[in-house]
């Protein structure tokens, strides 16, 4: 399901969605700003002019392959400068990128392509251990319609005039309606597989103007981006949001040694750090990039004081994100005390957005200052998952209940959100999450394990890591066999356990629930014995 016909009335009334594709968005902004930086990394640098023109060609060598519009590609690649003339080349052709993980493996990937029925799939030639071209390749044998396997560094080209090349684009994304969906995010998804969210053209240009907006980024900006970029939070607040104000992307990978450096030589303006870069002003290089930062946004956690003050030494404005690729983002707003900033997330970044705090599993908002589930709807959040029906994600007037909780303040004029933690059943990994369902599920193919629960324990770099507790038959289980058989079972490394308890039984709660907050504060405690907890 789209989002319903008044909706979409009202948020083009309202100015809030356009009438162009993001290949045409990004085409206006390229026009307005040819000769400014568009994208910085390791790899080189481009300006608009020059990667607008340079994924027009590669657009059509897509198309020439005999990719239509509307064709979902995978695309498993790392943030590289090509892999941002990829995204576009891509969105020009008129294709739909399917955004997995260069981590996500046969368990993963043969799911997904066939859910959204890919015709491509795309990948980085070279990446660290693992030699995804030939995974690329054994992932098509067999595939009801997989066609193509793209390389990163070796996309096709049209060789034509580059006038000529900008007409035949035009002509494909005449094709292709703003409402259309543009892209597939995943889900990090409460139960068993991977759940696909469809991304529309005007929605999620919009997202990421509004959010933008709500850092007051301009032209001059150069923001850094660390995380995924093939990530919700990497397209929106990675590439789309600098390239809606001709702002200049500086890509990084995630290691601090290599990315600073490169971020305070490329005099980087705006950074978001997730919380596995909690670090970062801790690093001795930081000091160097504070003297260009202005905007700086940290997102995944709490923040403490320390870490608070520590991040905006060099001067810079110290706010927090919340967001989800669902869609919601909340940001804390320009003007506020530093009281807001570091104790909330903020508030929504459209003004069209709605945001309800409800008792968990009713339609009950709970008062101000109290936990409940955090629910929203808006001009840019789900209204339905691709090919699913889950009306146990939605409450009956279409509010997408996002499995965190949270609680609303009354701060300085605004009704700021705190995230309490959440309902949902996941390891936020890093920011990588594992779907602790899936995992189980996985698990217990395993011959002689009989109960098994996946659980977060916490670790001082990731935030959290999956500790499964086991019940079995009686055989002894390690954690190799666990990981060994996963691997065996091509399931993404990032999903393996990283402890096992071997247990007689799984704790449970007096209604004979499983117990998973016991199994957190056993693993907690145990870690503190052994002197490992944070
Ligand atoms: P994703 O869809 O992968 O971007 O993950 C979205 C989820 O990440 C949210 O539903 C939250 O569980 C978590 N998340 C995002 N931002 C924050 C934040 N600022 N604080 C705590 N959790 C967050």
Redesign the pocket.
């Known amino acids: 399901m789209t989002f319903p016909a008044e909706c979409v009335r009202r948020y083009r009334d309202a100015g809030l969605w356009g009438t162009r594709t993001i290949a045409e968005e990004f085409h206006e902004v390229a026009l307005a700003h040819p000769d400014h930086e568009a994208v910085a990394a390791a790899q080189g640098r481009l300006t608009y002019a020059e990667l607008d023109a340079r994924t027009d060609r590669i657009a059509l060598g897509l198309a020439d392959l005999g990719l239509r519009p509307g064709e979902p590609v995978i695309i498993q690649v790392t943030n590289r400068l090509e892999t941002v003339v990829a995204w576009y080349a891509l969105l020009k052709a008129g294709l739909v990128p399917v955004a997995t993980l260069a981590a996500h493996r046969g368990h993963e990937i043969a799911h997904i392509s066939r859910a959204v029925g890919a015709r491509a799939h795309l990948v980085e030639a070279d990446t660290r251990g693992t030699d995804l071209l030939a995974f690329a390749r054994e992932q098509a044998h067999d595939h009801p319609t997989l066609r193509h396997v793209l390389v990163l560094d070796d996309l096709p080209t049209a060789e034509i005039d580059p006038d000529e090349a900008r007409k035949r684009v035009e002509e494909i994304q005449r094709g292709v309606d703003p409402d259309d969906v543009a892209v597939f995010?995943l889900?990090?998804g409460t139960t068993g597989v991977p759940k696909l969210i469809p991304r529309r053209h005007a929605e999620y240009w919009y997202n990421a103007r509004a959010y933008a907006a709500a850092l007051a980024w301009t032209a001059d900006d150069r923001v850094g981006h660390l995380i995924p970029v093939i990530?919700?939070?990497g397209v929106v607040c990675g590439v789309h949001a600098p390239h809606a104000v001709g702002a200049c992307l500086v890509l990084t990978d995630h290691d601090l040694d290599t990315a600073l450096p490169l971020l305070a030589a490329e005099r980087t303006t705006s950074v978001l750090f997730g919380h596995v870069h909690y670090r970062a002003p801790a690093h001795p290089l930081y000091d160097s990039l504070a003297e260009t930062l202005r905007v700086v946004l940290?997102?995944?956690?709490?923040v403490s004081e320390e870490l608070f003050a520590a991040t905006g030494r060099g001067g810079a404005w110290v706010g927090?994100?919340?967001?989800?690729?669902?869609g919601m983002f909340l940001v804390t707003p320009q003007g506020t005390s530093a009281e807001l900033r570091r104790t909330t997330?903020g508030v929504p970044i459209s003004p069209l957005d709605e945001v309800r705090v409800l008792e968990p599993g009713s339609e009950e908002e709970v008062p101000d200052g109290e936990v409940g589930e955090l629910c929203c709807r808006g001009p840019y959040t789900l209204r339905a998952y691709h090919g699913e029906d889950r009306p146990e994600a939605f409450t009956s007037d279409g509010f997408y209940r996002?499995?965190?909780l949270a609680a609303i303040h009354a701060v300085d004029g605004h009704r700021a959100v705190s995230?309490e933690g959440?309902i949902?059943d996941l390891i936020?990994r890093g920011?990588e999450?594992i779907n602790a369902e899936e995992v189980e599920l996985l698990v217990l193919t395993h011959p002689h394990v009989v109960e098994a629960a996946l659980v977060a324990m916490p670790d001082p770099r990731l935030g959290e890591r999956g500790c499964a507790y086991l019940v079995t038959d009686g055989v002894p289980v390690t954690l190799e066999d666990v990981r060994a058989h996963l691997r065996a079972l091509d399931v993404a490394k990032y999903k393996w356990p990283e402890r096992i308890e071997v247990v007689a039984a799984l704790p449970r709660t007096r209604v004979g629930k499983v117990d998973k907050k016991a199994m957190v504060a056993d693993v907690t405690a145990r870690l503190q014995d052994e002197g490992e907890a944070p």
């Open positions: 995010q889900s990090g990530h919700n939070a940290l997102s995944g956690a709490k927090q994100l919340f967001g989800m690729a669902e997330v996002t499995g965190d995230i959440r949902k936020n920011g999450k």
